[in-house]
């Protein structure tokens, strides 16, 4: 069994910064590609930003520039800075991470119970 657990949200005011947190747990033996995504209410879930193993990454446009995604593959977790936020990157954040859990399983497409961000004044 694998585990992804979200931690950070809040409510936060226009131009705050928040620090979100990721980690992976369970029968892992490697994580590929690990991401955020977001869902407003009302609105389809979509990509925020991701991070292959090797350490690139990519963002949405609507975050470039503010948010900063990092990972610690020691600690099997994955972390996403959000600085200069703003009303419209209020919603429920998701952790998503591509991992096989054996030399010879399929890759297995994994999502965390997500987080609350609210960004008002």
């Known amino acids: 069994q694998v585990q992804l657990v979200e931690s950070g949200g809040a409510l936060v005011q226009p131009e705050g910064s928040l620090r979100l947190s990721c980690a992976a747990s369970?029968?892992?033996?490697?994580?590929?590609?690990m991401g955020w995504y977001r869902q407003a209410p009302g609105e389809e879930r979509q990509l925020v930003a991701t991070?292959?193993?090797?350490?690139?990454?990519n963002y949405a446009d609507s975050v470039k520039g503010r948010f900063t995604i990092s990972r610690d593959n020691a600690q099997n977790t994955v972390y996403l800075q959000m600085n200069s936020l703003k009303p419209e990157d209020t919603a429920i954040y998701y952790c998503n991470a591509e991992i096989i859990t054996s030399r010879y399983s399929r890759l297995g497409y994994y999502w965390g119970q997500g987080t609350q961000v609210t960004v008002s004044s």
């Open positions: 991070i292959t193993s090797g350490l690139r990454t």
């Open positions: 369970g029968t892992i033996f490697s994580i590929f590609t």
